[in-house]
């Protein structure tokens, strides 16, 4: 698979020049509203003296780090606020690749794309894993595969693209095989607020030199646009300090520091949004989850219920998941979903759908008369 050109604008433009409307079902932008205190936060930024308009700390505006520090129990300062969880898993693949020994990076297949792309882009050589039969990586697989050669393992739950969440037995796991292996685990929890299983294990739990942990509000707060991230290092007086330090530098010299804003509006939503904000978006999601599997089974496709996340792949006899049939999806079905090919090889025969849509139902009905 050729990961260094994004592959999901392909979809989206080819459904975008369609004879006809099409469910988009191939982003992660959700469509539902942000947090009212995010909107709040931003209106009351508009009215802040001019000094307020300028750089803020480079690792992030303190307030936000505090609520952020207290919400996931770590210390404030081995926090990077980042521009969304893509630059906090970049620093953290290069951290890790130059810190630990060796200069292999292992990933899950099927893989979110991004990782393979940047994986290649920072001249590491990847190793692919494959998931078992229901979209898991197991810890088994993940020692057979981890050896001196790995200097990074990447874990992502709730997982895209196959809805896996990993609890605090497997994630305990993830975290050994870095620490046997001299190794940086990556934890991507970017969807950490949609599990709908109740058994989620964050990898700060477990308090490693070996673990960074990212994550952003793209998706928990519905605000991808506004790319506010962030890392979570171990300490910086600790054995691996200086991924901390290392990690701030990139990110200064980089980008100075991130929007000031965006980061301000994120923090008052913090400060003023509860549970029940998330757990209405798990509900709506579910509800989606309920019909669009409905659908599935009604056209007899493989499927796993996804026990997290936005997504779920379906596998539909004799129709592979390649660019091909997507598009023909688009042009006779009206639905647009990602190619199993796009992700790697082991779901080569799966296609990819994204709840981020009001008509998932709409979405359903069409693939029934479809198939
Ligand atoms: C697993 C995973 N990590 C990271 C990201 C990117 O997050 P952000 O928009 O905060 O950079 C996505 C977006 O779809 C994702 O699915």
Redesign the pocket.
Known sequence: MDYETPQFYRVIQYARRADRDVVDMVS?SPDWDPPEGLREGLREYADLGADEFQYTASAGLPELRTEIAERRGVDRDCIVVT?????A?HLAMVGGLERFSGDEILLADPV?P?YAGRANFVGADVGFVPVDDDGHLTPERVREAASEETAVVVV?SP??PTGAVYDEAAMAEFVAIAEENDALLIS?E??DHFDYTGRFASALQFDSPNVVA?N?F??SMAI?GF?V?YAVFPPADGPTGELLERARTRHMIVNVTGSRPAQYAVYRALETTGPDYYAENRDRLQGRIDTFCEALDAVGAEYDRPEGGFYVMGRFEGFPGTFENVFELVDEAGVAGMPGEAFGESRREWIRFALVTPTVDEAAERLVEYF
Do not use: W
């Open positions: 992660g521009n969304g969880a893509g630059e898993n979110y991004y992502n997982n895209n991507d970017v969807y990212t952003a793209s998706k991808t790319r991230g």
